[in-house]
Nanobody, 110 residues
């Protein structure tokens, strides 16, 4: 299984980004997927997830601003991030059924 994350970059506060995590070697149907982030000096934390049953959840710090979704035909999980804040700055990782992607850096700064 290989996961390729992309979509990170530099954005101003209040801006938006969409992260993508494309998977190979696994089909997305009825699989769990989690987006994590790790800020400098902090532990990696989950921010958005989809369970095998399709239940979606968010960390309190991003609820209402982030949206996780999947496109099974493309074996891809997305993270739409709106109204970004400087404290959202982190390396974002995707995890599908225990498999990790390489991370993509999101920097929110003016």
């Amino acid at each position: 299984v290989q996961l390729q994350a992309s979509g990170g970059g530099l954005v101003q506060p209040g801006g938006s980004l969409r992260l993508s995590c494309a998977a190979s070697g696994i089909t997305f149907s009825r699989k769990s997927a989690v987006w994590y982030r790790q800020a400098p000096g902090k532990q990696r934390e989950p921010v958005a997830w989809i369970t095998r049953a399709g239940v979606i959840g968010y960390a309190g710090s991003v609820k209402g601003r982030y949206t996780i979704s999947t496109e099974n035909a493309k074996n891809t999980v997305y993270l739409q991030m709106n109204n970004l804040k400087p404290e959202d700055t982190a390396v974002y990782y995707c995890n599908v059924e225990g498999n990790w992607g390489q991370g993509t850096l999101v920097t929110v700064s003016s």
